[in-house]
């Protein structure tokens, strides 16, 4: 089949690589029909994950038809249409009964990797490097999915493809950034990236009862769909933002603050984010997180800081008395999907949400190499890429 793989630092190809099999019991094969380039598989192509290696299947947002189950599936049928939801989770653990199933304690059988760096393993994630279970990921024609009695949901309507996508990763993860923040009428959040992520971020604040939602990025295009969303903007590049926001909230500062952005945070300092950088390349530290600062720093006494944005490993310069002594409560993980599913999939039915306003790109899969390269480099307005196999 044709995959989408990792090929170096800076480079990925599309290459023949060997089907996937069934290879347990709970085991599903799905032929992909849209996949998508989300701002976390940057990282990865980076250099900043460790444990990838050249040949690594790439992608873990997709959806698609099942067409092969192992015995132990008895929910899904071939045929049956599905989003995946990008961790994989085995359903019965402490962490899954628990709802928190981006740290299942059975889907990584590389656990030992991610414990050295994590002191404990989240939870196995499609095309994720080796650390994180080594799975073939979804920038694919077809993908095995393991525990596939848990994870996929079946899309049982007409609902196009780009319309619930992104279930896989971006929606739920958008959501649960805001969800983290305990929203109550009347309130403002601030996020920080008007990417995709930074972007359902706000029109699920805004779901979830927000009076006022302020989006943090630097690219016109980006802010102009945080916009649409009913979001206020800052150009950090045009205003410091400190200073807006203290004058926007009376000077009390946003009652949450959702860090979208991650571990490749850009600054608009030179000198700080040269620091950041070199010590990012040296590997002193393994994120640039100033949007992460900026955040906590500019949060309400008693405020929420919710970290939706990914990080590999250790920061510098963490503002930790700020947090301490005004009181400050930080809640952050990578999204436990499969709680999010249904709930979100009702609200698209419902007409209250289409989550395919990110969308700027369509492309076959054959031309995902130069789709990494317009998401990265931000060229032609490119918000988001939906690949097609």
Known sequence: MK??????RNHVEVRDVPDPRILNARDAIVRVT???VC?????LVDGYIPTVEKGDVLGHEFM??????GPGVRDLRP?????????IACGACFACEDGLYSVCENSNPNAGMAEKLM?????????????????AGGQAEYVRVPFADVGPIKIEDDLPDEKVLFLSD???TGFMGAEMCDIRPGQTIAIWGAGPVGQLAAASAFLLGADRVIVIDRFPYRLRVARRTGAEVLDYEEVNVLDALRDMTGGRGPDACIDAVGMEAHHPTPAMYAYDR??????????????LREAIMACRNGGVVSVIGVYGGFVDKFPMGTVMNRSLTIRAGQCHVHRYTEPLLDRIRAGEIDPSFVISHRMPLSEAPRAFELFKHKQDDCNKVVLTP
């Not at 701002?39 to 990282?43: A, C, P, R, T, V």
């Open 3 to 8: 995959a989408n793989v990792w090929a170096g």
């Open 34 to 36: 849209s996949t998508a």
């Open 39 to 43: 701002g976390s598989d940057l990282h």
């Open 64 to 69: 698609g038809e099942v067409v092969e189950v």
């Open 79 to 87: 045929g049956d249409r599905v989003v995946v939801p990008f961790p």
């Open 119 to 135: 002191g404990h393993s989240p939870a196995g994630i499609f095309g994720y490097s080796h650390m994180l279970g080594g799975y």
């Open 170 to 172: 971006i929606f739920p």
């Open 278 to 291: 070199g010590k990012q390349a040296t590997r002193m530290e393994t994120e640039r997180p100033y949007a």
